[in-house]
């Protein structure tokens, strides 16, 4: 038998639905639905976001699906906030398979009127399926008085600590282990194979879309400053989010401009500000346009879900769809491009595409793929993901994820696919935002 609330509520739901050794399992605290689950709290802790699940079409009744028709009891609180109606259209859904398969009473919901924790209601209810399940004994056993026990008592290793007694191994230095033994697949990927094939790799990746149609620069307006004018855009396509964007032009010119496509993963709004690096690039005879990539800026989430990690729920869900944050964010910026080169005022062959923060790896992926940049240039980013693999604490990074792009590419075979058009690297970071002084250009 296997049973657990919350995270154990996850694993048990996990396990029950790949170990078959498992007969009888009561997940607690955790089975709804996805669709209650993205419509109410969101997606939750890394651990229960399985990449491109949705895509997939895999859903929490297919948990349950999978090793009907065994013994499976959901355990749920009316008040969790795993929302109870997924609780129950999930249980209706593999109820309504164990009956085709004639087991009907082997899937059972247990809902008691508290809140998310592993309750004595629901551990008795597990314990009771337990029984009848395990030792064929159909009773209603009560727990008795607990009687607690001393911390060497619960010990599972000799010192009580996993990581002291198994040789000082983590599972981040697992993750480290195998990110390093990837540098080679990596190196002959790319020996192997031609740029258009690896760059292929990239779009798979990250799930970056070949534009089906040609994004539409919706004008909102302008306002003058000394030099220059700011006309303010609203970069649209069919099905996607607008990009929120800013176009600076200088009031004196002689014939068509170059042009700098402006990616601050911080937002626009701090450097498009009088007497910011924009205008700096403005007076140098450039024309600036500064978007919000989805997620920042004017589109940033209204409620975080964590305080300073506001893309928290915005990457999982990305995750989930086979569409990582950072890939939709390069179709942001190579839409803007689209609209940036259709401008008459605009010099096509003089482009700079500019990537601040967390804007670095976006534009990296932009510019790799799309040949009409003429250079690059990235400042305060992370030079590498494996950099931010051997950081044991990363900060921010999980709005950059590419699920196994490490098994294909970093950002360095990036620049060397952009090559021999200029890349530079200007303050870069390490992967809690402090400089890191080892990375060169």
């Given amino acids: 038998g296997c049973t657990g609330n919350s995270g154990g509520g996850t694993l048990t739901a996990y396990l029950m639905a790949t170990d078959d050794r498992i007969v009888a399992a009561a ?35 297919d948990y ?29 859904e593999a109820k309504r398979l164990y009956g085709i398969l004639g087991f009907g009473e082997r899937v059972g919901l247990f809902e008691y009127p508290d809140k998310h924790g592993f309750s004595q209601p629901r551990r008795e209810a597990a314990l009771r399926w337990m029984r009848r399940w395990l030792q064929g004994i159909d009773d209603a056993p009560t727990e008795a008085e607990p009687m607690l026990q001393t911390d060497e008592a619960l010990q599972v290793t000799k010192s009580g600590q996993v990581v002291t007694d198994f040789s000082d191994r983590t599972a981040w230095d697992l993750n480290l282990d195998r990110a390093t033994a990837l540098a080679n697949e990596r190196e002959a990927f790319w020996r192997d194979h031609s740029k258009d094939a690896c760059l292929a790799e990239v779009r798979r990746l990250a799930g970056i879309r070949p534009m089906a149609d040609k994004p539409a620069g919706k004008s909102l307006g302008s306002l003058a400053r000394e030099g220059y004018t700011i006309e303010k855009l609203r970069i649209e396509r069919a099905g996607e989010p607008p990009v929120p964007a800013l176009l600076f032009l200088p009031a004196a010119r002689d014939g068509k401009l170059p042009a700098v496509l402006y990616v601050d993963g911080r937002g626009k709004q701090g450097a498009a500000a009088p007497g910011g690096p924009i205008e700096a690039l403005v007076k140098e005879g450039r024309a600036v346009l500064a978007i919000d990539m989805r997620g920042v800026g004017e589109t940033a989430p209204a409620k975080p879900r964590l305080i300073g990690k506001n893309e928290f729920q915005l990457a999982y869900l990305g995750i989930h769809l086979g569409r990582p944050l950072l890939g939709q964010r390069t179709e942001d910026v190579l839409a803007a491009l689209e609209v940036l080169l259709g401008r008459e005022e605009i010099d096509g062959k003089q482009v700079r595409l500019m990537g601040i923060e967390r804007g670095g790896p976006v534009v990296l992926h932009a510019a790799a793929l799309d040949g009409r940049i003429a250079e690059v240039v990235v400042e305060e980013t992370v ?33 060397r696919a952009i090559a021999p058009r200029p890349v530079e690297a200007r303050n870069p970071v390490d992967a809690t935002g402090k400089p890191f002084e080892a990375a060169g250009p």
């Fill in 27 to 61: 997940p607690s605290c955790y089975i709804t639905s996805l669709s209650r689950l993205f419509n109410t709290i969101g997606p939750q802790d890394g651990e229960q976001n399985i990449t491109a699940q949705v895509a997939l079409g895999i859903d929490h009744a």
């Fill in 383 to 415: 030079p590498s993901w494996m950099a931010v693999v051997a950081t044991p604490l990363a900060e921010h990074q999980l709005e950059q994820i590419v699920a196994k792009a490490l098994e294909r590419y970093d950002l360095p075979d990036l620049i």
């Fill in 64 to 92: 349950i699906m999978l090793r009907a028709p065994k013994p499976t009891l959901l355990l749920t609180g009316t008040y969790d906030f795993f929302d109870i109606d997924g609780s129950w259209d999930t249980f209706r």
